[in-house]
């Protein structure tokens, strides 16, 4: 990735030589470990430039620790969310709605989204995540002693519950994925290809369901009133694309590496599965150690931010993965305690667009993990196998094949013959 020339007005030496692209451990690596691999910037000052901190080389402001970046995500009137992030790959300029809207509009938009993933509704929907987490584990049981988990389990089970949510159908599952790994990871060619891909299918979903209304969201949206009126068609394509991309890969993702994690340490596995009431506390330092996403913003002003002279359109780094793993903050940062408590972790982002879905992910993460630690026999990462983890905008692990085989007891091999 070729980097943008540094802006004049960065000082040279606050430059500092990171990405959460191509930075050691982001790209596709075997057992790689990206979430420890961005705690080295807590080493560094408190803010610093990186020229290459977005899939398209362009260079933003990294905010290292939490509370600085709690205030960038607090003070809307002068960081801005509008960034047209998936309409760019289009060369189009229309926002992704409520993530991109700045108040006093994203409020508009927030209120009407609010109550379908409040945590009355996932409570309601709970007994659908279960009755789905335990029959996919069950058939997982019933064929053999090991499976590709993300492949076999966590997005079958996260795609297939927004897939219930939105109202579309199962039997698509398999392309819905391909479409948001190509558009999350792909090259080029490949993310391009898939933002119209989707953008085509959420404009004809939208149409069918304005001719002939159901009980789903996409029907909720386009017969939904805001201000007295109704939704624009660019606006229900904003929430459409907003909502399919972010239930396909965010929570699949957090389900793989937290069974990474507790494939390889077996103690923690244990305490997990003699006392599953822990299984909520442990979620959430789960949630802490490894996030996946990255917040950017745009500033609005010309503002000295911890004496860093950020200038209007410069964009700030808000990266869920950096501030989580900060010190003071967090006691032994990089420890992963299964009991910490008192855990105030941004892996859902914080401020007025803090992340809309996550009663619905905190449960369904919950839920994957009770019925698989009940379900499935102690499991280690397969022999001569090695999970695939990546940085970028959305961290992600694949390949990660378990175990759960009991070991041949000793003195019951082939005896060699003399």
């Known amino acids: 990735m070729v980097a943008n020339p540094v802006p004049d007005h960065v000082p040279p030496e606050m430059v500092g030589d990171f990405s959460l692209f191509t930075s050691p451990?982001?790209?596709?690596?075997?057992?790689?470990?990206?979430?420890?691999?961005?705690?080295?910037?807590?080493?560094?000052?408190p803010i610093f430039y990186s020229p290459w901190n977005t899939r398209?080389?362009?260079?933003?402001?990294?905010?290292?620790?939490?509370?600085?970046?709690?205030?960038?995500?607090?003070e809307t009137e002068v960081f801005s969310s509008h960034r047209?992030?998936?309409?760019?790959?289009?060369?189009?300029?229309?926002?992704?709605?409520?993530?991109?809207?700045?108040?006093?509009?994203h409020g508009v938009f927030r209120s009407l989204l609010n109550p379908l993933l409040s945590p009355q509704r996932v409570a309601e929907f709970e007994p659908t995540i279960r009755e789905r987490a335990i029959t996919l584990i069950d058939s997982i049981a019933s064929r053999g002693t090991s499976c590709d988990v993300m492949k076999d389990f966590a997005f079958p089970f996260a795609v297939n519950i927004f897939l219930r949510f939105l109202g579309?159908?199962?039997?698509?599952l398999d392309t819905?994925?391909?479409?948001a790994k190509d558009l999350l990871h792909g090259d080029d060619l490949r993310r391009p290809a898939a933002a119209r891909t989707i953008v085509a299918f959420i404009d004809e979903l939208a149409a069918m369901r304005r001719k002939e209304p159901v009980d789903d969201f996409m029907s909720f949206i386009v017969h939904a009133q805001v201000e007295g009126r109704g939704l624009t068609d660019q606006e229900v394509r904003g929430i459409g694309v907003l909502t399919f991309v972010a239930g396909l890969d965010t929570v699949a993702a957090a389900i793989g590496f937290d069974l990474a994690y507790l494939a390889r340490n077996l103690e923690d596995q244990e305490l997990l599965r003699n006392?599953?009431?822990?299984?909520?506390?442990?979620?959430?330092?789960l949630l802490r150690a490894y996030p996946s996403v990255q917040m950017i913003r745009v500033a609005r002003k010309d503002i000295d931010f911890k004496g860093a002279p950020i200038r209007k359109g410069d964009f700030v780094s808000c990266?869920?993965?950096?501030?989580?793993?900060?010190?003071?903050?967090?006691?032994?940062?990089?420890?992963?305690?299964?009991?910490?408590?008192?855990?105030?972790?941004?892996?859902?982002?914080?401020?007025p667009h803090r992340c809309l879905g996550s009663h619905l992910a905190r449960r369904e993460i919950v839920v994957g993990l009770e019925e698989w630690m009940a379900r499935i026999p102690p499991f280690r990462i397969k022999e001569a196998t090695a999970p695939i983890t990546h940085g970028g905008h959305v961290f992600g692990i694949e390949n990660l094949v378990l175990d759960w085989a009991r070991p041949r007891p000793r003195g019951t091999g082939h005896i060699r013959g003399k």
Do not use: K
Request: with cysteine.
């Open 25 to 45: 451990c982001m790209s596709p690596t075997p057992n790689g470990d990206p979430h420890a691999a961005v705690a080295c910037v807590h080493a560094g000052p």
């Open 56 to 74: 398209a080389g362009q260079g933003t402001w990294v905010i290292t620790r939490a509370a600085d970046q709690r205030r960038v995500l607090q």
């Open 84 to 105: 047209s992030i998936f309409a760019s790959a289009l060369g189009e300029d229309w926002p992704m709605i409520p993530l991109e809207l700045d108040p006093p509009y």
């Open 168 to 172: 579309l159908p199962d039997h698509r």
């Open 176 to 179: 819905f994925v391909g479409w």
């Open 275 to 285: 006392e599953p009431d822990r299984i909520v506390l442990a979620a959430e330092e």
């Open 319 to 351: 990266a869920t993965m950096i501030a989580n793993r900060d010190p003071t903050e967090f006691e032994a940062p990089n420890t992963v305690d299964l009991t910490r408590e008192g855990n105030p972790h941004a892996a859902f982002g914080y401020g």
